[in-house]
RNA sequence: GGUGGGGUUCCCGAGUGGCCAAAGGGAUCAGACUGUAAAUCUGACGCGCGAGCUUCGGUGGUUCGAAUCCACCCCCCACCA
């Protein structure tokens, strides 16, 4: 990144959205380390890959020798960001939030450098500002400076206003406020003069340098990031079992491996420049590099073990590419007893089939409790299309009601191993 | 508070007394083809291996029969006050 500028690499990334007077930025960023920001709420327990883009960001700001401030949303998390919301939302119990802040303060400090001088990074919390402010106060001090007429124009409420059956709450209405308070309060205390977020964001962002402007005569800038979207349409960072966690305990390393190593072709170069800190250069090289070859691509598996290293760690990696070597390479009986032991501990999907009655449970309760599919239907379905395989063997129907024995010791590998494959992709190990 | 319009299976959205487990689309899953890709075609898609069971905001009612009719209640939206 010598040759070129932080902006100019974002750029050439597609990681740009929108920004507020992109010349003046440009000059900013190039004076010397500005200190920056990005807001995640606690909507849940973890932050989701949707996260992923603003955390790299940050980290690409603060490689670049800015200082970045991580803000999780201890009070906007109590409000709710209407920014393109079709619904309003429920509220959350304060409990709870409180508990999700701590959650996610962990999981944004993984992605950036506490420890670097000058820059090192901070994580705030936005409830330390809002919480004794009163109403009065507010309302004078920071309402005074919106304008409703402004507000209600904002692309990103304008469904909720315009669409019939819908509409906004006072309180969720009030989020931009708030949002933007925070931007000033931080340009105050922390001399921040960049905010970044998801290009859902820019409206909230705006909000916030322009209240920075008014109420502390300070210049501040914004950025956006795109909303990632797939060639096909569907929406990203969703599969079948739900929305993929940066958290291990929600995600397992292995099935967030899985997830970007099943990423299409046509989405996985622009992929590697959002999610990776391969250069650009590089990734063009690799494009290239696959166009001239036959059959099946590098970038999946590029990806995959990138963003795996940069979520899970070298640990986590190896272990998902563990599970996935024993699984897609069709050698099992390489396996040791021990290689399967490991297996689980690398989070192989599996279950205990001690406590089982085998002789009245059918196949498709086993599999479908154990998780491999979210109704028996699915597992009939797949039974009836020979597309269930216990370690090898195709089953079918016929075998739907004789658990007791396709589980039998005898056909068990080292007698209590059952590797169970549902279609291409799914695997669970049973253990008796 | 008044008037009008709504609340249908994950989402959108048909259905206005039996032919409704409920059209159609999307999402998702599986099969074929492939490369653990895309596109395409096929199948599944409330729950249950099955007999069967449970649904259309809630509670009661009318009826041989209700998502559909009636009463009350809850929630959402628009306009008015």
Redesign the pocket.
């Known amino acids: 990144m010598t040759d070129k500028t932080l902006l100019q690499d974002l750029n050439a990334r597609g990681l740009i959205a929108q920004m507020t007077s992109e010349d003046e930025l440009e000059q900013h960023l190039a004076e010397g380390s500005v200190t920056l920001y990005c807001g995640f709420d606690p909507t849940a327990d973890s932050l989701h890959i949707g996260s992923l883009v603003p955390l790299l960001a940050l980290k690409r700001f603060q490689q670049a020798g800015h200082k970045p401030l991580a803000l999780v949303g201890g009070a906007t998390g109590l409000i709710g960001d209407p920014s393109f919301k079709?619904?309003?939302r429920k509220l959350n119990d304060d409990s709870t939030v409180a508990n999700w802040v701590e959650k996610l303060k962990g999981q944004v400090s993984q992605f950036i450098d506490f420890d670097s001088g000058d820059n090192s990074a901070e994580v705030v919390n936005n409830l330390d500002w809002t919480r004794d402010l009163d109403v009065l106060t507010f309302l004078r001090d920071v309402g005074k400076h919106f304008s409703v007429n402004q507000m209600i124009a904002k692309e990103s409420v304008k469904q909720r206003?315009d669409r019939?059956?819908?509409?906004?709450?006072f309180t969720e209405f009030t989020y931009m406020i708030l949002q933007s308070f925070d931007y000033q309060q931080l340009n105050a205390s922390h001399n921040c003069t960049l905010q970044i977020g998801g290009s859902d964001q820019w409206g909230n962002i705006t909000g916030g340098t322009e209240l920075t402007r008014r109420m502390n005569g300070n210049k501040a800038f914004g950025l956006t990031l795109p909303l990632i979207t797939k060639?096909?349409?569907?929406?990203f960072g969703?599969?079948?079992s739900g929305t993929i966690w940066l958290s291990p305990n929600k995600t397992s390393p292995y099935a967030f491996y899985?997830f970007w190593?099943?990423?299409?072709?046509?989405?996985?170069y622009g992929f590697l420049k959002y999610f990776t800190f391969l250069s650009v250069e590089e990734i063009d090289a690799l494009e290239k590099a696959d166009a001239a070859r036959d059959?099946?691509?590098e970038?999946?598996s590029v990806l995959a073990r990138e963003v795996t290293r940069l979520v899970h760690g070298e640990e986590g990696l190896t272990a998902a590419m563990r599970i996935?070597?024993a699984?897609?390479s069709g050698n099992l009986s390489d396996l040791s007893e021990a290689d399967f032991e490991q297996l689980q501990l690398d989070g192989l999907p599996s279950s205990s089939l001690a406590d089982a009655d085998l002789a009245e449970t059918?196949l498709?309760?086993l599999l479908?409790e154990a998780g491999m599919?979210?109704?028996?239907?699915?597992?009939?379905?797949?039974l009836?299309?020979?597309?269930v395989i216990v370690n090898g063997v195709e089953k079918g129907?016929g075998d739907?009601?004789k658990a007791a024995e396709v589980f039998a010791s005898e056909h068990g590998t080292y007698g209590r191993f059952f590797l169970v494959k549902?279609?291409?992709?799914?695997h669970h190990l049973f253990v008796i």
């Open positions: 079709a619904q309003e206003i019939e059956g819908e509409g906004i709450s060639s096909d349409g569907t929406k969703k599969t079948e899985q190593l099943q990423t299409s072709d046509a989405d996985a059959g099946r691509p970038a999946q996935t070597e699984l897609f059918p498709t309760t479908s599919a979210n109704s028996g239907k699915q597992i009939k379905d797949a009836q299309r020979n597309a129907m739907n009601m549902l279609g291409k992709k799914k």
